[in-house]
């Protein structure tokens, strides 16, 4: 796993530092975990507007969930 040095506000920290402690977590595994949330929610809102637009196209997809298509496609590399 890799390690990064990253550069927060002093009172920032404070809350991550907090927060982490409530949830009996790491800084570590609480700043990865906002990190994974983050990035599920680009994937998903990427998958909506996917959709959206093929579904302006109004092609015949053969009832396939494209956005599942492409959900999976993502996943397997």
Do not use: C, W, Y
Not at 49 to 66: H, T
Request: charge should be negative; glycine fraction near 6%; avoid cysteine.
């Amino acid at each position: 796993m890799a390690k990064v040095l990253i550069s927060i506000p002093d009172p920032l920290l404070e809350r991550v530092d907090v927060l982490a402690k409530s949830n009996g977590e790491t800084r570590s595994g609480f700043l990865r975990r906002l990190a994974e949330r983050e990035l599920e929610a680009v994937d998903r809102r990427d998958d909506e507007e996917i959709g959206r637009l093929l579904d302006s196209l109004d092609i015949d997809l053969g009832g396939a969930d494209i956005a599942q298509v492409i959900r999976e496609e993502r996943e397997s590399h």
